[in-house]
């Protein structure tokens, strides 16, 4: 069984999920250490969230994810997925960032279940819309979240490179 829950605190299995998938994300990122990751996780504005399967077939197919800590009962990480609300002047916004399922997991529901999670969770803060951004080259992303029901917004994003 698939299960979605908020991460609440920077565990060894967490720490090493984490370092397991964020490669495999991007390729420019290091990972967090346990004192970055406990931040982020406590944060007000963020929200980890992350996917187990419990029903992984056999030892081999759970080998891969031994090392990222003690077991955990409902089955190991499987994907991840942060969530920023946060209130400004215009609302409550929230935002999907750093999406990510373990090549071995994916196309077995693991990112709709944790974007479902994501939009249930925002709606909760208080957003009325939750935005994210997609590389056009990650094409079954894109097409996850159109199917979700993100739909394409006309707009520009600009980034300001710092240092």
Partial sequence: MLRVSAVHEATPEIVGALR?????LSSS???PSSLEVQEIVGSPATT???ARDDELESQEEAAPYAGDGDAHP???VVGMLTLVAFRIPTGV???VEDVVVD???RRRGVGEALVGAAVELAAAHGAHTVDLTS???RQDANRLYQRAGFELRETNVYRYRLG
């Fill in 103 to 105: 090549s071995r997991a």
């Fill in 74 to 76: 409902h089955g190991p």
């Fill in 29 to 31: 990122a290091r990972p």
């Fill in 135 to 137: 590389r056009p080259s």
């Fill in 48 to 50: 980890v969230l992350v």
């Fill in 20 to 24: 397991r998938l964020l490669p495999q």
């Fill in 93 to 95: 916004r929230a935002w």
